[in-house]
Every structure is written in structure tokens, then in C-alpha cells.
């Protein structure tokens, strides 16, 4: 028996309307009748949108393993001559359903959050109701590119969760930081999206269709739209086309350097989209395009490359900030990293694995850092506070479950996922497998020296702030998503017989799990080697390298704090390229911003001079004219009369003589 | 005998008349006297060749340019009068405005 299309159908719409009605609601009645209660629309709109994604997600749960993919057209959008129409259609499998799931209820405990991260002394901060408005448009944004059937939609989408980040980071307009980081985001996404565009043309050149199914199913099968074979340079440049648009949206190298600017947005927006959602858009869309991603075996090794790469580099550079938000930035560009990482070595599950856990807990700790933020009067930079464990009790508790399981804290969900990457990681390429192991050991380094730094040492706040824990509103969500960033992990590992990669197999049965050019050598080497150390030696070392780089941490900033001190004179050289960030946003603006900028002066130069001075010259006849024979009008009654009888005179001459 | 040539050149001659008196004098109102006697040289000339050609469509021709100039005498006067209010004076060289 297959799915019933007819309640996919209206449960997606529901998905998509409602939390887009909220928004609507939020944006049109907020100013001037609802104002403090806001957030009820958008809190009811994203709430029934995730009871619809649990309804879709037991439809599909409940279906037989070999009917869980639906492809639901809703209406005819776009329709052309050549034949190839556009509609607006669903696809509905486990990983829609999935991501569906993160993204609704990571989006109703944030919106629930910013009910009081978002007043000060009871009263709603200016602009309350734009940013529950925008939120709204967030969520029906996202949850379109998520249940989009063909790349059309995805695209729109895409755009789409762009334009709410953009409004997004720069919702203290009045900021110039904040502006500047909305348009840095904008158009770093747009060199990844200008990759993008390019890599749906040329799905449609070649395959003459943008609907998934068609498209897919002629990749996996190797064929083009004429039926002629398809070649391998044309399936690796639609992969890595469609990767440029990944690395600009989930910030993998070179394009990262958009996210931790991103920061200048309100805590919860880098919760929900700059951490949990949207730059997870990149793996989703990877993994949605498996049956192309894994029939490049050249695509698949950048992909596994820029991943493990973003992962170890960013890691790096959160050693040394000292801002909590864009500590926690780069953390989610490395995880980010993970993730990619795990798709580019076949393991897709894993990554969309690692993809729900590092939702739960990276939200955790992006609104745990809020909640600091909002005790400290706005200040986040951990060189100003420290010892806060006593004064907000409940947000400490929770950020370090958030950080235990961020570091891969044995039995946490972040232990589970990112062990399982690093796992297929070995398997396919050593190297990068090593760097996701000294990502692992850096990742706790760096998490638990923010830990120590803001919560342990002596009591100490910014000047003029007087801290108080948070209220019930902002405390629920942390204790929830606490819960999730503790028991997430289990829905991968044997005490649920793996239950979220069983739900996600038949998505990837015919993508990357068949095309793994590892995975026989791997399960061979399984086979033969059935030991306790191959099945938990892995997690044995990462493991062990979690709590020693907590040690570490704790012996670098709680028990010895001269020796971070000793660590930065020994090494300033080191010290300061970390600080820089290696001086990418340095190079870029030497090599690109102020280049371009150059060039602009330069037409601003030509406009000015030359454009306008040609209609400078083209002006000038009528106006010579003009002046030559303005003493024609006298202004004088009589004078045109005299005019007036001449020229009769002169008609009347040439006409009688 | 009379005859259409004398009659055309009396219809010329107050044409003329008030030509010159249209462009000599200052005075708006003369100007506009001057504007009727041409008019009324126009309409000697519409009853002389009404009367050349046996024709009343010249007469009839003549009756309406009379009530024309009546009508257009009413306009114009009434103007003259807002001209006057708004600087005191009946010199057309005061109204100048348009000068280029």
C-alpha cells in the first residue's frame, strides 16, 4: 500500500501556509494592534506547521520500507511549449520528513525563546513584531526547499532562507556592523548561488527536465535527456556546480567568512538559522542530490576534501576568539565540515545524522549564549565576565550539556555522530579521516575553554550589570533542547538498532550506499576483523580525545591560568594568524572588495566625465540655439504683431509677384 | 457707378487704418478700437462680394461677424479692465513678462 497522497498533500501545504499565515498576521496586525503578544502568531503558525511534520513524518514512518517516497504535485506553475513544466510539487520521503522535524520544532522552542529574549524589562524591544515576522518567513522559507519536488523550488527556497538571514543578521539595522554583516552574508551567498544557478542550467541542458524523479533516476542510470551516455565531466561539473552553492550556504571554505559576521543578528537567529536550519541547507541538498554527487567519484573526493578541510580550519580558529557567539560560529562552520565531510565519503546518513544532534545541541548552546547575553547587558566577549556559574545556575547546567555533547562527550549525541563521520571517514581516506580526529580533539579544547572561561574563576560582570537568570520563556527551550542534545544520539546507535539510518535507508539505497566504492573493502574488513576493537575501538580514541582536551582546557584556564599566557608568548606569531582569522577577510578585501571597489570609482569616473559629458554636447545645439534667437521674444504685444504682418507681407509678396 | 473695387478698397483702406493704429498706439484700448476697424474692413469686404455675386451668403456672413466682434468686444474689454486693476496703467509696453 503507498502513502495516502491526499493527506501528504494537505499536511505539506499546512506546513507551509501556516507558519507563512503567522508571519502574514505577525507583520500586518503586529505595529498596530497585537504589539506585545506578537509572538503568538508566529509561535501558533510554527507549532501547527510541526504537529503537521510529526503527522507527515508517522505517514511516512508507518508506510512499507519500499513505498516511503512520494512525489505530490500540488499545481501547475510554469508551463511552457517545450514541454517542460514547472510545478509546485512535494517530494516526500524519510529525509524531507526528517529535516521537516528539525527544522519546525528547533523553530518553535527558538521562537518560544525569543518571547523574552527579545523584551527588555518586560517591555518588547523596537521592531518586536518585524522579527517575529521575519522568523515566520523563515520557517515557511526553509520548510519550502526542504518539501520542494523539483530544483525549482529548491532554488527558491534557497533564495528565500537567504533573504531571511539577510533580514535577519541585519535586524539592528541602526548598527553599522550588523548592516555590514547582512550584506556580507548576501553577497558571499551570492558567488555560492551564482555556482548554484549555473549548475541547475546545466541539469536542464542535460537531463531536459528539473523535477527530482526524472532527473535522478536518468544520473543514476547514466544517461542524458536524448539518450545518449553522459559523460563523466558533465555529472562532476553539475556536482561541483551545485557544491559551490553548498560551501556559500553552509559556509565550507572559501566562502565561510559570511557566518561568524553573521553573529551581529539577535542570539536566537543564529540559533535557529545561522546554526540548527539553514546553513544546514548545503547538506540537505547534497544529500538529496546523492544519485549525482555519487556517480562523480571526483566531486565526491572535493566534496570529502573542503570538508575536512572547513573542519580542521575553522576548529583552529575558534581556539583563540573571545567572543562566545563567534566561538561557537566557527564550531558550526567545522561541524558543518563534519557533515560534508560525511557526505563526500558516501556517508550521507551519517551526515544528515550528525546533522539532527548538531541541531539540538548547537541550538542549545547559540541560545545558552544568549541567555549570558541577555544577563550581561549585551556584552558577549568572555574577556569581560567570568565565574557566572552561581549567578545563572540554569543557563550553566545547560551550556554544559550543550558543550559535552558539542565535544563528543562519551554517551552524548554529538559523541555518536560525529564518531560514526570520522568512521567512514578512516575508511575512505585516512588523512582526512585524521583531521576529523584532530577536529575532535580541538572541538573539546576550544568548547570547554569557553566553558571555563565564561562560567568558572572568579565572579566577575561588566560594570553597571546587574545579572538575573532568565525567565521560564527563554529557560524551557534550553532545558528541552538539552534533552535532545543528551538523547538525540541514541536514535543512531544499536540501543534503537540504529533506527534513524534504517529510516533513512532506502533515500540513499540507490545513491551512495551502492556507489560506495569503500564500503565492500570496509564491511570485508568488518567481517574478517568481528572484534571488540573494530567495533568500539573508534570510539574508544575519540573518546578518550574529548576528555582530554576538556583536561586540557580545564588545566589551561581553571587550574594553571598562567600557562595560556606562557602558550601566547611562546607562540605570538601563531597566536595572532589564529586571532586574524589567517587573514582571509584581510585577503579578500585586498584581493576582491577593493579591487572592485577601484574599478567602481573608475565607472563612476566615466559616467560622470564621459557619459555625461556626451549628453552634455547633445544638449548644447538646442540650447545655442535657443540663446542665439531669444531676442526674438521681445515680450511685447506689438512687436509680434509687427512679426506677424511682415511675415503676411513676405507670404503675400512670394505668392503675387 | 460703384462698383466691388471701390468697395473692396474702402474694406483695404479701414484694414489698413486699423493695422497701423494696432501697431503705433500704446494705449490698450485704442489697440483694441484699432483690432475693430479691422474687423470692420474684413466684414465691407464679406458684403461687397455678397454683393458682386448676387449671394446672400455674404450678408449672412456679416451679421455673424458682427455679433463675433460684439462678443469678442465684451471678452476683451473685460480684460482690459483686470490688466488695468493690476498696475494702474493702459501701456501694452508695461506688459512685458514674456520676454525671452
Redesign the interface.
Known amino acids: 500500500m503507498n502513502m495516502p497522497l491526499d493527506t501528504i498533500k494537505y499536511l505539506g501545504i499546512t506546513i507551509l501556509l501556516a507558519p507563512l499565515a503567522g508571519a502574514v498576521l505577525a507583520g500586518a496586525l503586529g505595529p498596530k494592534i497585537l504589539r506585545g503578544r506578537t509572538h503568538w502568531a508566529t509561535i501558533l503558525g510554527v507549532a501547527a506547521a510541526f504537529v503537521a511534520s510529526i503527522m507527515l513524518f508517522q505517514t511516512v514512518r508507518t508506510a512499507p520500507v519500499t513505498a516511503r517516497s512520494a512525489q505530490v504535485p500540488i499545481y501547475e506553475w510554469i508551463s511552457s511549449a517545450s514541454g517542460a513544466d514547472i510545478a509546485v510539487e512535494f517530494l516526500v520521503d524519510p529525509l524531507t520528513s526528517i529535516m521537516l522535524l528539525v527544522v519546525t520544532g528547533i523553530a518553535l522552542l527558538v521562537v518560544i525563546y525569543s518571547r523574552d529574549y527579545m523584551r527588555h524589562h518586560d517591555h518588547p524591544e523596537p521592531g518586536y513584531e518585524r522579527f517575529f515576522a521575519y522568523l515566520g518567513l523563515f520557517v515557511f522559507s526553509m520548510c519550502a526547499l526542504v518539501l520542494g519536488g523539483n530544483f525549482i523550488l529548491l532554488y527558491l527556497g534557497w533564495e528565500a532562507v537567504g533573504l531571511c538571514s539577510y533580514l535577519l543578521i541585519g535586524f539592528y539595522y541602526g548598527k553599522p556592523a550588523a548592516s555590514a554583516a547582512a550584506k556580507k552574508a548576501f553577497l558571499v551567498n551570492r558567488v555560492g548561488d551564482f555556482g548554484f544557478g549555473l549548475g541547475i542550467f546545466l541539469i536542464y541542458v542535460t537531463f531536459g527536465s528539473l523535477e527530482y524523479g526524472p532527473v535522478f533516476d536518468m544520473a543514476a542510470r547514466g544517461i542524458t535527456a536524448t539518450g545518449e551516455a553522459l559523460s563523466s565531466e558533465r555529472i562532476t561539473a553539475i556536482a561541483l556546480l551545485l557544491f559551490c552553492g553548498a560551501c556559500g550556504k553552509s559556509a565550507q571554505l572559501p566562502l565561510h567568512v559570511w557566518l561568524p559576521d553573521a553573529m551581529e543578528g539577535p542570539s536566537p537567529v543564529s540559533a535557529l538559522i545561522h546554526a540548527a536550519t539553514m546553513v544546514t541547507a548545503g547538506i540537505y541538498m547534497i544529500a538529496r542530490c546523492g544519485a549525482i554527487f555519487a556517480v562523480s567519484p571526483v566531486a565526491m573526493n572535493v566534496v570529502a576534501a573542503v570538508g575536512a578541510l572547513t573542519a580542521l580550519f575553522a576548529a583552529t580558529i575558534a581556539l583563540v576568539q573571545t567572543d562566545m557567539k563567534r566561538i561557537l560560529a566557527y564550531s558550526t562552520i567545522s561541524q558543518l565540515g563534519y557533515m560534508v565531510l560525511g557526505a563526500g565519503v558516501y556517508a550521507a546518513d551519517s551526515a544528515v545524522f550528525h546533522l539532527f544532534t548538531h541541531a539540538f545541541f548547537k541550538a542549545l548552546l547559540f541560545l545558552g549564549a544568549g541567555s549570558v547575553m541577555h544577563a550581561m547587558g549585551g556584552i558577549i566577549d568572555v574577556r569581560h565576565f567570568s565565574g557566572l556559574r552561581r549567578l545563572l545556575p540554569a543557563t550553566f547546567l545547560t551550556f554544559v550539556i550543550g558543550s559535552l555533547a558539542l565535544a563528543g562527550f562519551p554517551m552524548l549525541s554529538g559523541f555518536f555522530s560525529k564518531d560514526e563521520i570520522i568512521h567512514h571517514a578512516l575508511a575512505a581516506h585516512p588523512i582526512l579521516g585524521g583531521m576529523g580526529l584532530l577536529t575532535a580533539l580541538l572541538t573539546a579544547f576550544y568548547t570547554f575553554r569557553m566553558v571555563f572561561l565564561a562560567f568558572f574563576g572568579p565572579q566577575r560582570v561588566p560594570e553597571g550589570v546587574h545579572p538575573h537568570e532568565s525567565g521560564s520563556w527563554m529557560l524551557v527551550p534550553l532545558f528541552i533542547l538539552s534533552i535532545g542534545a543528551i538523547g538525540a544520539g541514541y536514535f543512531g546507535t544499536g540501543v534503537t538498532h540504529k533506527a534513524f539510518h534504517h529510516f533513512l535507508e532506502p533515500v540513499f539505497a540507490n545513491t551512495f550506499a551502492s556507489r560506495n566504492p569503500h564500503h565492500a573493502a570496509s564491511h570485508a574488513a568488518e567481517a574478517a576483523h568481528a572484534s571488540f576493537w573494530a567495533d568500539y575501538g573508534l570510539m574508544l580514541i575519540s573518546g578518550t580525545l574529548a576528555i582530554l582536551g576538556i583536561l586540557a582546557a580545564y588545566l589551561i584556564y581553571v587550574a594553571q591560568p598562567w600557562l595560556a599566557g606562557l602558550a601566547k608568548a611562546t607562540w605570538p606569531a601563531a597566536h595572532r594568524v589564529l586571532w586574524k582569522k589567517y587573514y582571509v577577510d584581510e585577503a579578500y578585501q585586498a584581493g576582491i572588495v577593493d579591487p572592485l571597489r577601484q574599478s567602481g570609482r573608475v565607472c563612476v569616473g566615466l559616467d560622470d566625465y564621459f557619459i555625461d559629458g556626451l549628453v552634455w554636447i547633445v544638449t548644447a545645439v538646442p540650447r545655442g540655439l535657443g540663446y542665439a534667437l531669444r531676442f526674438v521674444q521681445s515680450g511685447l504685444l506689438q512687436g509680434y504683431a509687427l512679426s506677424m504682418v511682415a511675415g503676411l507681407a513676405v507670404i503675400l509678396l512670394w505668392v503675387f509677384w | 457707378m460703384i462698383g466691388v473695387s471701390e468697395h473692396i478698397l474702402l474694406g483695404a483702406v479701414l484694414f489698413g487704418l486699423g493695422?497701423i493704429g494696432?501697431?503705433s498706439r500704446r494705449n490698450l484700448i485704442v489697440?483694441f478700437l484699432s483690432t475693430e476697424v479691422m474687423f470692420q474692413g474684413v466684414v465691407i469686404n464679406a458684403v461687397a462680394f455678397a454683393r458682386y455675386h448676387r449671394h446672400l451668403d455674404g450678408q449672412a456672413f456679416a451679421l455673424f461677424l458682427l455679433v463675433i466682434a460684439a462678443v469678442e468686444a465684451g471678452l476683451a474689454l473685460g480684460m482690459v479692465m483686470l490688466l488695468y486693476r493690476q498696475k494702474q496703467t493702459l501701456d501694452?509696453?508695461d506688459?512685458?513678462?514674456?520676454?525671452?
Request: aromatic residues 16%.
Open positions: 493695422l494696432f501697431l489697440i501694452a509696453e506688459w512685458s513678462s514674456m520676454r525671452g
